[in-house]
């Protein structure tokens, strides 16, 4: 087995893992904060080997959770490997969807699932962590009508540089705040950095990757709103950063949150952000393992 690891940058907090050999050829991408590693395939097919190389490389690397992105046609491959289907990322491929399966390293399943057994098999309607998305959703849309009238502040927004980026992510750190810490999402992708402010000493940094190909754009946020003059702020500033993905040609968004975040969901909701997936212990936040809510939001419709 050939592999061979790449850091983008010595602080990017990812580290690009390339395995090829007669049977399999991956990429595996191991985000060091959160402790998860994303799958890129490039040779289709259920194989035990690939199961057996990502679940070693995951447990040697101290990941917790491995998840994929896929088109619809290969969701029963990855539900046949023991991954569960957590939902999906609207418009990632620019003219369709982008199916998330995921897995929790020491909840595999001890055998590949039989195929008879794949379609349907990987839904988590039930999970303990779509049923708390659930209730923080129910909690914010409560919040937003109870609040409907306060007017949002204005926001401004400029640019921020890596070095300001890493000395923001590094003050949240230490308050244990950090949602993120801006690691790269997918390979080869175009990051653009914000810091947004308003009155009141309203402050919060962002960014955005890009993959110009198919028109998507994963939205990063450093920091959740925690109290209501937060969250009004914070809506005024995903509202600034949705417009100005527009003005760069973006189809669509999606981000990471909290599955517990009700502030946060309630800021997303107001900007037409819906819930498009549960991911299970995907996120690290201090010190605690998160469940998450992957929110996606199509900004245009695709060129013809």
């Not at 110009?212 to 709103?225: A, K, M, Q, Y």
């Not at 999606?254 to 800021?267: G, I, K, Q, Y």
Request: one cysteine or more; charged letters at 25%; glycine letters at 6%.
């Amino acid at each position: 087995m050939a592999a061979t690891t790449w850091s983008p940058t010595s602080s990017s907090g990812v580290d690009e893992l390339l395995f090829r050999n007669d049977t399999v050829s991956l990429c595996l991408l191991v985000n060091r904060r959160h402790r998860t590693l994303r799958i890129i395939d490039f040779r289709a097919g259920p194989t035990p080997s690939k199961r057996n190389l990502v679940l070693a490389t995951a447990r040697r690397e101290g990941v917790e959770k491995i998840f994929t992105l896929v088109e619809r046609d290969e969701v029963p491959t990855w539900i046949r490997l023991g991954f569960v289907r957590e939902g999906s990322i609207p418009g990632f491929y620019k003219r369709s969807d982008a199916w998330i399966l995921g897995a929790v390293v020491s909840q595999m399943a001890s055998r590949v699932r039989e195929e008879d057994d794949a379609e349907g098999a990987g839904d988590r309607e039930s999970s303990p962590a779509v049923l708390l998305a659930e209730r923080t959703i129910t909690r914010a849309r409560r919040l937003l009508r109870e609040g409907e009238e306060r007017p949002l502040p204005a926001v401004k927004l400029a640019p921020a540089s890596g070095l300001e980026l890493r000395r923001a992510v590094a003050v949240a750190q230490r308050a244990g705040r950090a949602l993120t810490g801006f690691e790269p999402f997918g390979r080869d992708a175009v990051r653009t950095g914000y810091v947004l402010s308003a009155r009141g000493g309203f402050s919060l940094h962002a960014a955005w990757e890009m993959q110009s190909c198919f028109g998507n754009s994963f939205l990063e946020l450093l920091t959740s709103p925690r109290s209501e003059a937060e969250r009004l702020a914070t809506t005024a500033a995903i509202g600034a950063l949705c417009d100005r993905l527009v003005a760069e040609r973006a189809v669509s968004t999606f981000t990471f949150a909290p599955a517990d975040d009700v502030e946060l969901s309630a800021a997303l909701l107001a900007n037409g952000f819906r819930r498009s997936a549960v991911l299970a212990r995907h996120l690290v936040v201090g010190r605690a393992r998160k469940d998450a809510i992957l929110w996606a939001k199509k900004l245009v419709a695709p060129e013809a």
